[in-house]
C-alpha cells in the first residue's frame, strides 16, 4: 500500500530556513505528482506546492510563492520541501500526500515552528 514518511521539521527562528523530505513507496513514484499541504492549529488544511511526475513544473500557494521549492529525486522515490525565509505565520504540520488511482494517501505529517 502507500505509504508517505515526512521528516525535517523542527523549531526555527522567523527568517530561517528548514527543508522536508517525504519518502514514498507502495506505488511508482516517478507516475504520479506530488504535493505538499499544511495545517495550522485551528485552520483547514492548505495546499502549499505541486510538483509535476517528471519535475518539469511546479506551483505554489501565493503565501509561499519565492520562499519556498519543491523538488524531487525519482531514483530516491522522495519529494522536498525547501523553505526559506520563514515567518511565524508557516507554523503548521506539513504533510505530503499523492492520490494514486483515484485514493488520495497522507503521511504522517512534520510540525514546523517558527518562532523566535
Known amino acids: 500500500q502507500v505509504q508517505l514518511v515526512e521528516s525535517g521539521g523542527g523549531l526555527v527562528q522567523p527568517g530561517g530556513s528548514l527543508r522536508l523530505s517525504c519518502v514514498a513507496s507502495?506505488?511508482?513514484?516517478?507516475?504520479?505528482?506530488m504535493y505538499w499541504y499544511r495545517q495550522a492549529p485551528g485552520k483547514e488544511r492548505e495546499l502549499v506546492a505541486f510538483?509535476?511526475?517528471?519535475?518539469?513544473?511546479?506551483n505554489y500557494a501565493d503565501s509561499v510563492k519565492d520562499r519556498f521549492t519543491i523538488s524531487r529525486d525519482n531514483a530516491k522515490n522522495t519529494v522536498y520541501l525547501q523553505m526559506t525565509s520563514l515567518k511565524p505565520e508557516d507554523t503548521a504540520v506539513y504533510y505530503c500526500?499523492?492520490?494514486?488511482?483515484?485514493?488520495?494517501?497522507w503521511g504522517q505529517g512534520t510540525q514546523v515552528t517558527v518562532s523566535s
Open positions: 507502495g506505488f511508482t513514484f516517478s507516475n504520479y505528482g
Open positions: 500526500t499523492v492520490r494514486v488511482r483515484l485514493v488520495r494517501s
Open positions: 510538483i509535476t511526475n517528471s519535475g518539469s513544473s511546479t
